[in-house]
């Protein structure tokens, strides 16, 4: 249907997470499947997305570095990911705020994102080179996809870096979509893979929506379904379980 602009909460259905995806010209739900044309209402939600330089002329990049402080620090360990880790990665910091690159298939950073600690949104997409970032792929161990895709059969595919962080601390290549949506030119890439979705409970029905779509490549997908909240605890052992599932 073209780019997604915004996800929001559905009007047509009872919705408590934003399963509307607006895309450059229309919409569709994830949750009640009703489709069609760009609302007037809808074109605000676009407008805010096309000011998104504003936002990026508010941060300034250059105060980011490696010095972690306690908010810094407590976020990575509530998530199980070592600051080692963190840093490896390039996620820098700077008071509330961490800056997080992403990277292509070939290792080379073409975006990142803002995570905010103390406000919403927690994410804000800046760009690079006039790009803004879809996905970020994550497999220190292998190194680009394009080389393993025969030795690497089995990965992951995760809303933030964080996540595919955690997931690869196993051996699980992960695939972050900075959000739920998926480039459909990536998909062929994972031809011979088996993918599992591993979404947060609050997406679990867009996570399904992603796997009909995987599948259609004639991918194998699988969609794991997360415990509730405190869910990102859960996330290195749900991977393990995975690992071992697959192993046998």
């Not at 919409?27 to 209402?41: A, Q, R, V």
């Not at 997305?49 to 972690?68: A, E, I, L, P, W």
């Not at 867009?206 to 996330?235: C, E, F, M, R």
Request: some cysteine; aromatic content about 12%; overall charge negative.
């Amino acid at each position: 249907m073209g780019q997604v602009i915004a996800m929001t909460k559905c009007p047509w259905h009872p919705d408590k997470t934003p399963s509307l995806a607006i895309y450059d010209n229309g919409y569709y739900c994830f949750g009640c499947k009703k489709s069609g044309k760009l609302e007037p209402w809808m074109t605000d939600l676009v407008s805010k997305q096309d000011n998104r330089d504003v936002y990026k002329r508010s941060v300034n990049v250059d105060t980011f570095d490696f010095t972690y402080e306690e908010q810094h620090r407590q976020f990575f360990k509530d998530r199980q990911l070592p600051t080692r880790l963190a840093k490896y990665y390039g996620i820098k910091a700077s008071g509330q705020q961490l800056l997080i690159p992403a990277y292509d298939f070939e290792g080379d950073i073409h975006g990142y994102q803002i995570r905010n600690l103390d406000k919403e949104p927690k994410y804000k997409s800046l760009p690079y080179k006039e790009q803004y970032a879809k996905f970020s792929w994550v497999d220190f161990d292998s190194g680009n996809i394009k080389s393993q895709i025969t030795t690497k059969p089995m990965g992951c595919i995760v809303e933030s870096v964080v996540d595919a962080l955690i997931m690869n601390r196993l051996g699980l290549p992960s695939l972050a979509l900075l959000g739920t949506n998926i480039p459909c030119e990536v998909i062929p890439f994972f031809e011979g893979w088996t993918l599992h979705i591993v979404f947060d409970p609050d997406a679990i029905v867009i996570a399904s929506y992603l796997q009909d779509v995987i599948s259609a490549y004639g991918i194998a997908t699988n969609v794991v379904d997360l415990p509730d909240k405190p869910y990102k605890i859960n996330l290195l052992q749900l991977g393990k379980e995975i690992y071992k599932e697959e192993l046998s």
